[in-house]
């Protein structure tokens, strides 16, 4: 079985970006296998020999109705149950939201690994990018651009290793 990489964060770090750049594909992939949901986008990635499934979430259901944090949560949920890895993401430039600690609030009390990366870092010190983001408590924040692609074969080798 190919391990099966969530991305998670409030909306527009860059989660799609990221997995368009992971799946290396424009065109999400509908995976056709049974469990799993059809309200996010299932991609299939590779990084030299080691193939995965990767889950981009958020934006594919009308929003309006449950308002934002609910319908987060509720994404953020079924990604972690559906997943052995979550990379959660978060955006290096505008710094910490409240947004980004009520998701990890919950990842924290989940007993999946956690990859928290910092996107929109290209052209930026990766300490100091990261220094906003340790007090999540999920770990060392790693530093990376999903549009320019720094970091993320890193990211993602810790991602598979942590499995
Ligand atoms: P999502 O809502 O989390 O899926 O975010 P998107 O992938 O749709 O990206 C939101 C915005 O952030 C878009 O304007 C992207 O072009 C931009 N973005 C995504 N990744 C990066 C990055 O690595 N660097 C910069 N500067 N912008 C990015
Ligand atoms: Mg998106």
Redesign the pocket.
């Known amino acids: 079985m190919k391990p099966v990489i969530a991305i998670v964060?409030?909306?527009?770090?860059?989660?799609?970006?990221?997995?368009?750049r992971l799946t290396r594909s424009r065109d999400a992939i509908v995976a056709d296998f049974s469990g799993l949901t059809r309200d996010r986008h299932y991609g299939n990635g590779r990084l030299g020999d080691r193939e995965f499934i990767c889950i981009?979430t958020?934006?594919f259901e009308p929003i309006a109705k449950t308002g934002i944090l609910a319908e987060m949560a509720k994404q953020t949920k079924q990604a972690v149950v559906e997943a052995d890895i979550v990379v959660f993401?978060v955006?290096g430039?505008l710094g910490l939201a409240p947004q980004d600690r009520v998701i990890a609030d919950f990842l924290r009390k989940t007993s999946r690994p956690i990859i928290l990366a910092v996107?929109?870092?290209?052209g930026m010190s990766a300490n100091v990018v990261a220094s906003d983001f340790f007090e999540l408590g999920l770990g060392e924040p790693i530093a990376?651009?999903?549009?320019?692609g720094d970091g993320v074969r890193a990211m993602l080798d810790e991602a598979l290793d942590a499995l």
């Not at 964060?9 to 368009?20: A, E, Q």
């Not at 996107?119 to 290209?122: D, G, L, P, R």
């Open positions: 964060g409030r909306p527009n770090v860059g989660k799609s970006t990221l997995f368009n981009d958020g934006g993401l955006d430039r996107n929109k870092a290209e990376i651009s999903s549009a320019h």
